[in-house]
């Protein structure tokens, strides 16, 4: 049986013992002082985690009593009078207000100069420049350094032609090379196999948007024609933005979802 | 007969330029023939007819008419109405006659002042019954009465403890009550700015709308009744100092109450119904369902006389409270004729309905047409028309009796908040939160005056009934006085 049972059989046999519950009662009296001795004398590491935990049990205690202290006076309603008055018919409705409105307008139009858009990925963890790249050794003695070769995923474009290998600096290997993506639309869930039509921006600086390099939360032109999507105008839409939210490198396809 | 003489002798005249003669039956509004049907020369206008409908009702002094023909007004000559619009002149041709206002209103034209003083925006206006008195009331929770001759501030009631949502003249002029957001309403003396007694408490949030019980029922005036934002409506008595009857039964909001002529009280609500309430006991009569969203507004087509009572545009004053209720009592009977009251009410869902409440609780007329929701609508002072105002910027105007839709006036920029006629029906005016202010003609059915100056939304107009002045008041907290 286990231990605490033992005491329990022991109870229900022969009851308590004659001064227990004085004993108890005594003994929770002294918790109090117990406690405010603990409170002054513990230091250290110690001290600070009991001074934590008692100050947010006080700041506890305290909102209870107020709440408490709160139903027992009756006070009377007193509404304050409110600025921009409304006549009866506009009361129960919510208009925005001018000002709001303008202030919405002049944001978006910001925000539509700066070319910030909303995305899905809105940060991504930075790819630092050893990650990225690797050094190649070239020469007859392997000692000059300046060649790189780029370890993540990249797009290139059906017109490309490698630079003269004597003059290249930066080597996108043909493994590493994508066309298609696999898009996937927010709002109807399905997901598309698409060509890429360019690298938009990626967010770990222009140089690496200029190289083609696709990491996670790169923004990419995909060719949308086999989705037949319309503008209002009623003309068809062949390119849209996607974003990427895997990393390719590791997983060997480019997942992204659409930028609608 | 000497008018088929005076006819004939027309017609003798014109024979000579080979004019046609048309068959034509003068009816009057309510379908009545006048007069056996008449050959008439194509070359009648409104002003021979006139003469002709004169003399066939006998009428002491000349009256103006109007005349329809399908519905259109006939402001040129017979003749060139019937081939512009192809009426063949084989069959008889029905002329509807309809008496129009003696007197003539000037349109407003110009700001004869503005008057600062509250310090909040101004929600609500009113002119009382004679048009001698103005009182507005604001945001900065006071009444203030304004004097029309000195266009300069006379009292200033201090009293609420909220915003002041909405004020009533009493229709024999004696009592003014405002109702507040804080759901309370107080009486005050017009002629020295002194409130006649206690708050009167009741309701338990905000006064939708008051108005009060007719001249021609009692006299003098002692019962109103207020609708609030908890849904019901109470009656109250001003000698008594007490609420007599509470209204309940709506299940939100109460948005307009009018009283009626017939001594029955229609509220409108948000819970999409209109009930009607009989004033001795409290009991609900009939409710007229049919709206699909909050009814806004509510108007009758005897609205007007009921507001004014015995006053009209002679400027009379009355001494005695029968006097003014006899009175009241004939021009009640005189505009509202041998037809029931009418009742119109504008709602959210973006259609009116026309409703005839004491036949039917079905609607006589479905008003579609308006493409938002409609704020305000009001029956013109003879009851031909209906004005609609709504936040789709347009001001429509429809037929009185059938609701047959007539013209939309578009001018405004921002939604219409109300709209106020003009004594003789024969102009418009609208408020709107693009703070100007339009003035409408019904016979061109196109702007007559555009009346900018506001710095902010207008919220309340109304135009007197004397026709002389207009009074406007909205969130730039300054009250506009305009003058023909």
Known sequence: MPQGDYIELHRKRHGYRHDHFERKRKKEAREVHKRSQIAQKALGIKGKMFAKKRYAEKALMKKTLAMHEESSTRRKVDDDVHEGALPAYLLDRDETTRAKVLSNTIKQKRKEKAGKWEVPLPKVRPVAEDEMFRVLRSGKRKTKQWKRMITKATFVGPSFTRKPPKYERFIRPSGLRFTKAHVTHPELKCTFNLEIIGVKKNPNGPMYTSLGVITKGTIIEVNVSELGLVTPAGKVVWGKYAQVTNNPENDGCINAVLLV | ?484
């Open chain 2, 1 to 484: 007969m000497e008018v088929e003489a005076a006819a004939a002798g027309v017609a003798m005249e014109e024979e000579r330029e080979l004019s046609n003669r048309v068959m034509c039956q003068l009816k009057d509004s309510e379908g009545t023939p006048l007069g056996a049907p008449i050959f008439l020369p194509e070359s009648a206008g409104p002003k021979e007819l006139q003469q002709l409908v004169n003399k066939l009702l006998n009428n002491e002094e000349k009256m103006p008419y109007a005349f329809y023909v399908s519905d259109h007004e006939l402001v040129v000559q017979l003749g060139s109405y019937l081939q512009k619009n192809k009426v063949s002149v084989e069959k008889v041709i029905t002329i509807v006659y309809q008496p129009q206002a003696v007197f003539r209103i000037r349109p407003v034209t110009r700001c004869s002042s503005t008057i600062a003083g509250h310090m909040e925006a101004v929600l609500s206006v009113a002119f009382s019954p004679d048009g001698r008195q103005l009182a507005s009331g604001s945001g900065d929770t006071t009444v203030r009465l304004w004097d029309l001759s000195t266009q300069t501030p006379l009292f200033t009631c201090k009293g609420h403890k909220n915003w002041v949502l909405s004020i009533a003249w009493s229709p024999d002029g004696k009592h003014l009550v405002s109702g507040s957001k804080a759901g309370e309403l107080i009486c005050w003396d017009p002629q020295t700015g002194k409130p006649s007694g206690n708050p009167l408490v009741g309701h338990k949030k905000w006064i939708t709308g008051i108005s009060w019980e007719p001249v021609h029922l009692s006299a003098p005036c002692r019962r109103f009744v207020s609708a609030s934002k908890d849904g019901d409506a109470r009656i109250w008595d001003v000698t008594l100092r007490k609420c007599v009857i509470c209204l309940t039964g709506h299940t939100l909001a109460i948005t307009c109450v009018k009283w009626g002529g017939d001594g029955i009280i229609y509220t409108g609500s948000q819970d999409c119904t209109i009930k009607m309430w009989e004033t001795s006991q409290g009991k609900l009569i009939r409710e007229l369902k049919g709206h699909g969203h909050w009814v806004n507004s509510l108007a009758l087509s005897t609205e007007y006389v009921l507001r004014t009572g015995a006053f009209d545009h002679t400027g009379k004053q009355y001494s005695s409270p029968e006097e003014m209720k006899k009175v009241a009592l004939e021009r009640y009977n005189k505009m509202k004729g041998s037809a029931p009251e009418r009742l119109v009410s504008g709602s959210d869902d973006f259609t009116m309905f026309l409703w005839e409440p004491a036949v039917s609780k079905h609607p006589k007329t479905r008003m579609t047409g308006h493409q938002q929701l409609v704020n305000h609508v009001y029956f013109s002072p003879d009851g031909l028309w209906i004005a609609s105002a709504s936040f789709d910027k347009s001001v429509k105007l429809w037929n009185g009796t059938t609701g047959n839709f007539v013209a939309a006036f578009r001018g405004h920029v921002g939604p219409v908040y109300q709209i106020s006629w003009s004594a003789d029906s024969r102009l418009l005016l609208s408020g709107s939160k693009d703070s100007t202010l339009k003035v409408w003609d019904i016979r061109t059915q196109k702007l007559k005056q555009d009346l900018p100056g506001h710095a902010d939304e207008v919220f309340a107009v109304d135009w007197s009934p004397d026709g002389e002045k207009v009074a406007s008041g909205g969130k730039d907290k300054v009250l506009k006085l305009w003058m023909g």
